[in-house]
């Protein structure tokens, strides 16, 4: 158990490890009650990757930023839930290379392994996520009601026709839905929106952009 323990906060293991401890810590708060369920991303509707894109470029194409959100389920499944298999996956990956093929803690090994091992953890955590896509999309279904009239504010860099982040203000944590808008108009952020309906064969919200309101 010492060597094991040993073997986890070894030089290039150790980042691995603190993420891990950092994941364990939250769903231990989570099952404590310490954080409550509003802090599984807010609720089942938000999610927590709802500012993962604030900051990106504009000129960078939105559909193939969307579709590697699509590939990992962001969107449907809480980021919160995907980023715990992949660091889980990813400490795993860390402890076994380092193991087995790099016993004298050579950073240099152990980064020739970083790319390895982060695109095994991706692909395993695709892999888990993905039959917990369709769970979630059915508990989005129920709020759909809720969120449809609603007022909020595009969260992402921007909002259009293909990609695009909401944030709908109501009592409790604010909701963060997927949208787009109906005329593939280009809204940026924090533009203030309605959402006039929801497509359930997308899980998408349909929203247009409102007028701020004068103070």
């Known amino acids: ?45 938000i999610d927590a990757d709802a500012d993962l894109d604030a900051g990106i470029d504009g000129h960078i194409d939105g559909a193939i930023f969307s579709d590697v959100l699509t590939f990992f389920h962001l969107g449907e499944v809480p980021a919160v839930i995907i980023a715990t298999f992949f660091v889980l ?19 240099l090994i152990a980064a020739y392994y970083l790319i390895p091992n982060i695109l095994v953890s991706l692909l395993l955590t695709k ?50 839905v997927n949208a787009i808008t109906a005329n593939g108009q280009r809204l940026p952020q924090h533009q203030p929106i309605k959402v006039i309906r929801f497509e359930p064969e997308t899980a998408l919200y349909i929203v247009q952009a409102i007028k701020p309101e004068k103070t």
């Not at 150790?14 to 231990?28: D, K, N, Q």
């Not at 989005?140 to 809720?146: L, V």
Request: hydrophobic share 45%; proline share 6%.
């Open 127 to 176: 892999f888990c996520v993905w039959p917990l896509s369709p769970l979630f999309r059915e508990m989005r279904k129920t709020e759909a009601p809720r969120v449809v009239n609603s007022q909020g504010v595009v969260s992402t860099s921007y909002l259009n026709g293909e990609f695009g982040r909401v944030t709908i203000e109501q009592d409790g944590p604010p909701i963060v």
């Open 1 to 45: 158990m010492t060597d094991f323990f040993l073997e986890t906060i070894r030089g290039p293991n150790l980042i691995a490890t603190v993420l891990l401890g950092i994941a364990t810590l939250y769903w231990a708060m989570m099952i404590l009650g310490i954080l409550g369920f509003d802090g599984l991303d807010g609720e089942i509707g």
């Open 89 to 107: 996956f990813f400490w795993v990956a860390t402890m076994c290379t380092n193991h087995y093929l790099n016993p004298d803690s050579t950073w």
